[in-house]
Each structure stands twice: as C-alpha cells, then as structure tokens.
C-alpha cells in the first residue's frame, strides 16, 4: 500500500518522467498510448521545462501537471497559462497532490507574467471540475464550442474495415 | 523569470556568424521550417541570455554568505584562473558538439528528429556565444595571459580532435550518435550548469538558468527518439536495433562519466563556490538517471514487444531476463540496453587502462580486452584513430612502459590543431570590419 509519510517533492518536469507519466494516464483510463506523452512532453519541455511539473514520492513520480504560458490566443490579449493536462496516481489522490502541483504551476506562471490560468475540463468530469473550483477556477466568460468534421470519403472506409 | 538578452560586440558576433557558415551550415534551415516543426513557439535568438533576480550571496565555499563576486578581479588570482578554465571549457564543448553534430544530421531518418537536433545545435550555438560573452564582456588579462579577441580566436579555431573534453573530440558514427549524445553527452552538460547555478561569480551563475531551460529540451531530443526507436525494434524493425543503441551508450558513458573530472577531485570548485557538488557525487548521480533511462528504453522495448504484458509484469521480466541472462518468449539480455559498468573503457580518472567489461567483469590480457571492447563498441568506431591511441596507451601501460598518469595526460592525442579560417589562411575569426561591411 503506498504511503505518504512526507510531503511530496515537487520538481519541473524532465524528459525522464515520460514512463511515470504514462503509467499514471494508464492507471487513470486504462489505455497504455506513450507515443502520445512522448510527444506532449516533447512539446511542454521545448516550450518551458519549469512551467511544468511532477510530484514524487520516494523518487517515484505520482503527479503530474502540464502547462505553459501563452497570449493572444482566442482574442484574449492577456498572458495567460494554460494548464493541459494533468493527472495524480490513484494511490496517491486525496493527499493534496493534485494541490501541490498546482501551486507550484501556478506560482511559475505568475512569476512569468500571467494574470490568469485558464483549462478546458469535459462536461462529464465533475471530479475534475470539483478540484479545479476548489483550487479558486471559476466559469470564464468563454464557452468551449466545437465542429465535428467528418472524414474523408476514403478514410471512412478503410475505417470501416 | 526575467531574463536580459544582449548581444556580443560586432566583431565577436560576426566572427560566431563567420564560425557558423563554415561549421554549421545547416543552420540557415532552422528558420526556414521553424514553424513547420516548433509551431508558436519564439524564434531562436543568436544572443546572450542573463537571468535578472538571482540571489546576491554566494550560496556555497569558503565565502559563503559574502556579496557574488562580480568581476574576474574580485574573484583573485586563483580562483578567476580556475574559473577561465571552466568558462573555455564550457565554450569548446558548445561549439564542439555542433562540429559533430553537423558531420551526421543529414542521416536522419526521420525529419523530426533532424530538426529537434537542428534546434539543439542552434542553442549550443547560442551557449558558445553565452560563454563568449563571459570572456570579452570582462577583462581577464590579469590571469589569461591573453587579450579577449585571442581567447574567443583560439576557442573559434578549435576541431573536433583539439577540444578540450575527450567527448567532443570523437567523429560520429552514424545519426545513432546524435541522438544517443543529447541524452547521454548532454546530461552531463545539464548537470554541470545546474551545479553552476551557484557559482560565486555572478554573471558565470545568470548565464546558467536560461541554458538549462534549453539543455531540458536537448536532453528530451535525445532520449524520445530513442523510446521510439525502442519501439520499432521491439516491432521488428530491422533497420534501427538495441544492439546499436547499446554499443553506441558504450562509445559515450565512458566520456560522459569523464567529463565530470577524477573521481577524488572537485574540491577547488566547491571552495570557491564555483559548483556545489564535488565530482564523484555529481558522477554517481548522473550514472543513477542513466541507469532509469536505460531502463525506461527497455520497458518501452518489451511493452511494444509485448502489448500484453502490465506495467509490472513487463519491470519483473526486465529485471529478471537482466540478472538472470535468460530468455522470455524469444527476446534474452542480448535485446535490452544495460549501461556499461562506470570502469568500463576508462582513460581518465580512478579506473583509468583498469581492463574491466561492460558488467564489470575484471580483464587480465591486454588482447582479450581489446577482442572484449571489439565486441561491444560500434564497428564503424573500432577503425578510428581514437580507438586505436586508446589500445596503443593500454598496452604501454600494462608492458610497464607508461604510468597510468602519463597514459592519461596522452589521451586525446591531438588530432587537429586550431588554426586560422579555412576561407583563407590569412584570414582571422575575429576580425575588424568598417560598419555594414560583409564579414
């Protein structure tokens, strides 16, 4: 049973916290995919290494936050950090992880310039949403809308294969 | 975060531009598919980077506690020598990876990969620059000997074969290298600047963080591709094999783990809060992360191979197939990566000419090592003079002809000596030019 005798340390992201990353996703939804942590990983140490950050436990890695800084995007001229993703071991959830890391993200990111943090979170992820306003997220006056394409005609098909 | 960009003298910046075009032409690319590959990210900027808001007390050493020393001169005459050193060294090794770099980046197999070693380069350029900045933006004649022009010529006339670190003296081999020194070369390189964060002297400490933000991403240009390369082997690939991963970590561990001095030595660095670790501590954790990287290499290895297997049944067969040289569903040891014992192909520090295996297994005959090093170092590498100076020195030294000291200071036998701009043999790298003309 894992325990949580001492705070956890929480450090920028590495290259090296790849394989923990996707552990953790795959404990979290069941689908093992490290292509695409390597890629997004790839993407936020390139961007900023200390914008994003992990939690240990033992020298293990049990949380872990992705984001960085933007502005100008979607016509809001502030600078502004995003958080992407963002995932804590279910062994290790309930014991402020989730809070650690955000903490540090966000101090990060204050100290870069940002006056807001803004995410995206799933209508049916009331968990998710229930830690994010517990941490001070309030509704943006922003709705998220999207446009579903469907595939081309030969993509279709060799789909429905 | 608050970073100050500035740029060098004129002279200086177009000798760095003079230097580029003739040792790394490829640079010119990055710009062109810079959106392509790093997509609203800022553009690379040639220039020096100083972090604003470091801490005004020097952090480790005999002065602890005193005011960041700010110029050479109020470092004294010992300490601001070593720390030239450290400075040159620092240099060499920038502007020597591009060197190597540039020999095999066209044999990338996949342009991704290419252009994640493009940038890289590009930002080893703008360290070299960083670290020609530290040289001419003070005057360090007092214990240079030399006026600041002649320091960044002789650092610009550098080859691979007259750096000052072994590891950035040794040709590539194939794009296997490129990729296996940014996550292994490299690695050393971040933890040297993140022990220098420290340094007593402050513009040498503000030159640190912004370097290490970028070393992130050098590091990550090596060790993704290398997961993915896992991958494809474990699928069959026949083009990309954990053999050559594995004999390609042989070639550079050894000068990785060199690069971090003699194992008893570092003293001089922390006394005057130049580093805050000594060299053996720094080399003990580094060979640690790269034992997790080989490890996470062999979990992608066997998960591809196996999609099957949990995340704990895949570390238990890993561990079990490395400590008991078995075989589990066609793959053995021979199809993992272990990193080489840290006494393995040593020529400089503690284990210098010791003749002991990739696994620590002890070598009396001098032939029986070379045939043992033949079998595990990559083949292209074996016909290169650096090999053989190496072999030759061994067998000097266990003939009683060589101390292990006069072995070492050999090592590397200067292949190339820095000379003038290969554009014509009188012209300088540093050079003096009216206002708008060409360099």
Redesign the interface.
């Known amino acids: 049973v894992a325990t949580l005798s001492a705070a956890p340390h929480i450090r920028p992201l590495s290259e090296l916290d790849i394989s923990r990353i996707v552990a953790i996703d795959e404990r979290l939804t069941g689908v093992y995919r490290p292509d695409v942590w390597e890629r997004r990983v790839g993407y936020y140490l390139r961007r900023d290494p200390e914008a994003s950050q992990v939690a240990e436990v033992g020298g293990s890695v049990v949380g872990f936050m992705l984001a960085d800084l933007r502005g100008g995007e979607f016509g809001l001229e502030d600078t502004s950090g995003w958080i992407e993703r963002f995932g804590v071991d279910p062994d290790f959830q309930g014991r402020s992880v989730g809070r650690r890391l955000f903490d540090a993200v966000v101090g990060h990111l204050k100290e870069r310039g940002a006056t807001a943090v803004r995410t995206l979170v799933g209508n049916d992820d009331g968990d998710l949403a229930a830690f994010l306003r517990a941490v001070g997220f309030t509704n943006a006056p922003l709705t998220a809308l999207e446009l579903r394409l469907a595939p081309p005609p030969a993509a279709a098909g060799s789909a429905k294969r | 975060?608050n970073v100050d960009q500035t740029t060098l003298p004129k002279k200086y910046h177009d000798a760095v531009l003079h230097w580029q075009r003739h040792h790394f032409p490829d640079y010119d690319l990055l710009p062109q598919n810079w959106e392509r590959y790093?997509p609203?990210?800022p553009d690379f900027c040639l220039c020096a980077k100083m972090e604003l808001g470091m801490g005004d007390s020097i952090e480790v050493g005999e002065h602890q506690g005193e005011h960041r020393r700010e110029t050479p001169a109020e470092l004294g005459e010992e300490p601001a020598r070593h720390l030239l050193a450290i400075i040159r060294a620092q240099a060499s090794t920038e502007f020597g990876s591009i060197q190597q770099h540039e020999g095999t980046l066209a044999r990338a197999p996949d342009d991704e990969d290419r252009f994640?070693v493009l940038?890289v380069m590009a930002e080893e350029l703008r360290h070299g620059y960083q670290m020609l900045h530290l040289l001419v933006s003070q005057d360090w004649s007092g214990v240079s000997g030399q006026k600041a022009e002649e320091m960044v010529e002789e650092i610009l006339s550098m080859q691979t074969g007259s750096h000052v670190l072994d590891a950035f003296n040794l040709e590539y081999d194939s794009f296997v290298d490129n990729v296996v020194f940014a996550a292994v070369i490299d690695r050393v390189g971040k933890y040297q600047l993140s022990m220098q964060r420290v340094c007593s002297y402050k513009p040498f400490a503000q030159s640190m963080p912004p370097m290490l933000?970028e070393e992130?991403?050098h590091?990550?240009a090596?060790?993704?591709p290398l997961?993915?390369w896992a991958?494809r082997a474990a699928q069959g690939n026949p083009l990309i094999t954990m053999a050559a991963i594995q004999r390609a970590f042989n070639k550079w561990l050894p000068r990785g783990l060199e690069m971090f001095g003699h194992e008893k030595g570092g003293d001089s660095n922390v006394r005057f809060g130049f580093k805050n670790m000594k060299n053996a501590e720094a080399q003990s954790l580094y060979y640690d992360?790269c034992v997790?990287?080989v490890t996470?290499l062999n979990?992608?290895f066997l998960?591809a191979r196996f999609?099957k297997l949990s995340?704990a049944e895949s570390e238990a067969t890993a561990a079990r197939l490395l400590s008991e040289r078995g075989r589990y569903e066609g793959v053995t040891s021979e199809d993992l990566v272990e990193l080489p014992d840290r006494r393995f192909f040593r020529r400089k520090g503690e284990p210098a000419f010791t003749m002991v295996g990739t696994r620590g297994e002890p070598f009396d005959d001098v032939d029986a090592y070379v045939r043992h090093l033949a079998a595990h170092l990559p083949e292209p590498y074996l016909h290169s003079r650096d090999v053989k100076q190496y072999v030759e020195a061994l067998r000097q030294v266990r003939a009683g002809q060589l101390t292990v000291e006069q072995a070492m200071k050999r090592m590397p036998a200067l292949r190339r000596v820095g000379g003038v701009c290969p554009c014509s043999k009188a012209v300088r790298w540093v050079v003096e030019r009216p206002d708008g003309a060409a360099a």
């Open positions: 975060m790093f609203n990210e994640w940038r933000r992130a991403f590091l990550a090596g060790v993704i997961r993915r991958q992360e997790r990287m996470d979990q992608r998960r999609p995340p």
